[in-house]
């Protein structure tokens, strides 16, 4: 759990609010300071264009991330749509600010270890570009957080999380405080934090976490037993 100093502070009165069997950091690069946004508060936002980057799976490594890119671009609009709407951000003065995700980077492993699931991306909108560089960390034996399930499910909990961190920066826009101030955030090029059961930032815009395997089925269209042949077909080069 290596975090910058400067924050350590904000941080542990954040951890302080309970335990952290799974963390979900998140680094962001240029974040908007309230100045820069000043004219977005009180507008309302939607999700545009999701999309997976050509090269966004590790090298060589289809074992974990064995499902087609579009799924994983409809799994995370499906969850940025729903904190959208759960967070009131489709709420506000009109026309509504697009805002756009493109999944730069992924690694779908177990949560075991530090960083071994992790999931990148960039954040645009109104002219601003934001990289969000999430990680996850689990623990053992913890059966909600090791993230250790069938191969086609290992990004349960990241996407969701990382829907939720995006929805809690554009609610500090929405309220003219700027991105992600209304947790503290020091409006500096880079900033991190931490997301989980210390803060549970997820369960502020009250997403599904993790997904379940029937929000799988409704958001690919596929059953579990076709999204596991899908894998297997993938991961044996056919």
């Not at 064995?66 to 489709?90: H, I, V």
């Not at 999944?103 to 969000?132: C, P, Q, W």
Request: proline letters at 5%; aromatic letters at 10%; charged letters at 15%.
């Amino acid at each position: 759990m290596n975090r910058p100093l400067a924050f350590a502070a904000a941080l542990t009165a954040l951890l302080a609010l309970g335990g952290c069997a799974f963390n979900h950091g998140v680094t962001l690069n240029n974040p908007p300071p309230a100045s820069k946004t000043a004219f977005l508060k009180g507008r309302a936002f939607t999700v545009g264009k999701v999309s997976v980057a050509p090269d966004a799976r590790p090298t060589g490594e289809m074992t974990y991330h064995c499902l087609p890119d579009s799924m994983y671009a409809q799994m995370m609009k499906y969850n940025l749509e729903l904190a959208f709407k759960r967070a009131g951000l489709t709420q506000g003065n009109g026309p509504a600010v697009p805002v756009n995700f493109q999944i730069t980077y992924r690694i779908f492993k177990s949560n075991e270890g530090l960083g071994a699931t992790g999931l990148r991306g960039d954040l645009s909108f109104s002219g601003f570009m934001v990289h969000m560089n999430m990680r996850g960390v689990g623990v053992s034996g913890d059966k909600y957080y090791d993230n250790t399930g069938p191969y086609w499910t290992r990004q349960e909990d990241i996407i969701p999380a990382m829907a939720a961190a995006i929805v809690a920066g554009l609610g500090g826009v929405q309220k003219g405080e700027g991105f992600y101030h209304n947790i503290n955030f020091m409006t500096a090029d880079s900033v991190q934090g931490y997301f989980g059961d210390g803060f549970d930032v997820h369960h502020i815009v009250t997403l599904p976490y993790p997904m379940t395997v029937k929000e799988y089925e409704r958001i690919t269209g596929k059953t579990g037993a076709q999204l596991a042949a899908i894998c297997r077909a993938r991961i044996a080069g056919k």
